[in-house]
C-alpha cells in the first residue's frame, strides 16, 4: 500500500508537471498569441513562422519571452514583422489584454499608423505590469498622445522615428514615465512641465 502510494503520487507529479511546465503557457495566452499573429500578417503576411496552432510550447515560440515559474508572457518583441509593402495599418490593441504578466512590447518598424479605434493607450494602459513599450520607426501621428493617457506602470517609451509634429504638450500624459524617445520625428517644440525629456 505504501509502495502503491509512492508510486502514485510520482506519478501524479509527473503528470502534473507535464500538464503545466513543458506546456509552458496558458492556453488562453496561446489563443491570443495566435490571434496577434494573424493580424500582423493579414491579409498575406508569413511572419512569425514558428507560431503555430499545432504546437502547444508557446514559450518556445520565437519573439517570446514567459516568466519560468507562472509560464506567462512577459515580453513580446514583434520587430519588423510586417510586411512593409502592406502599407500602414490600425493594430487593435484590445489583442494585447490576455497578456496581464507582460513587462515588455516591442512593435518596432511595423508601419503601424495608430490603434483601432483611438483605444491603443486606454487599452495598453490596462495593462498593470507593461514598462517598456517600443513604437519607434512606425506612423504614428500626434493622436498617440492623447491616448496614451492614464498609463501607470510605464517607464519607457520609445516614439522615435514617427510622425510626430508641431508642439508636443507632455503635460497630463504618462505620469509615471522615466524616459520618452522622441528623435526622428518633426516637433517644433515640446511641452514637459515634470522636466522630463
Ligand atoms: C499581398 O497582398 C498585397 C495587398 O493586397 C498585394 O499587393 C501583394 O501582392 C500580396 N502578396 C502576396 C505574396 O500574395
Ligand atoms: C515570475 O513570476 C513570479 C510570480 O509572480 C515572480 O515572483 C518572479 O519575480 C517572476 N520572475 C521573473 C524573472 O520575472
Ligand atoms: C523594417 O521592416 C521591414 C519589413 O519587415 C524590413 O524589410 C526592413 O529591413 C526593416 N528595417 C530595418 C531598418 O530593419
Ligand atoms: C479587437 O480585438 C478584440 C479582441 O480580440 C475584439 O473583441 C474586437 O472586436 C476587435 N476590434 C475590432 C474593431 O476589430
Not at 48 to 74: F, M, Q, Y
Not at 119 to 134: A, F, M, P, T, V
Not at 149 to 158: A, C, D, Q, V
Amino acid at each position: 500500500m505504501g509502495l502503491f502510494l509512492q508510486v502514485f503520487t510520482v506519478l501524479v507529479i509527473t503528470v502534473s508537471l507535464q500538464g503545466w511546465l513543458p506546456l509552458g503557457c496558458l492556453e488562453e495566452e496561446r489563443i491570443a498569441l495566435l490571434h496577434l499573429k494573424d493580424s500582423l500578417n493579414y491579409p498575406n503576411g508569413t511572419s512569425l513562422p514558428s507560431w503555430i496552432k499545432a504546437d502547444a510550447h508557446c514559450c518556445d515560440w520565437e519573439s517570446i519571452v514567459c516568466n519560468s515559474s507562472t509560464g506567462r508572457v512577459t515580453r513580446l518583441y514583434l520587430d519588423s514583422v510586417r510586411n512593409q509593402e502592406l502599407g500602414d495599418w490600425y493594430l487593435n490593441a484590445s489583442l494585447f489584454l490576455p497578456f496581464q504578466q507582460l513587462n515588455t512590447l516591442s512593435l518596432w518598424n511595423n508601419s503601424i499608423a495608430g490603434w483601432v479605434e483611438n483605444k491603443g493607450g486606454y487599452e495598453l494602459s490596462r495593462l498593470s505590469n507593461l514598462e517598456i513599450l517600443d513604437l519607434g520607426s512606425n506612423s504614428f501621428d500626434n493622436s498617440i498622445l492623447s491616448s496614451m493617457k492614464g498609463f501607470s506602470s510605464l517607464k519607457l517609451l520609445y516614439l522615435d522615428y514617427n510622425r510626430l509634429e508641431g508642439l508636443i504638450d507632455l503635460e497630463e500624459y504618462l505620469s509615471s514615465l522615466e524616459t520618452l524617445y522622441l528623435g526622428g520625428n518633426n516637433i517644433n517644440k515640446l511641452i514637459a512641465s515634470r522636466g522630463n525629456s
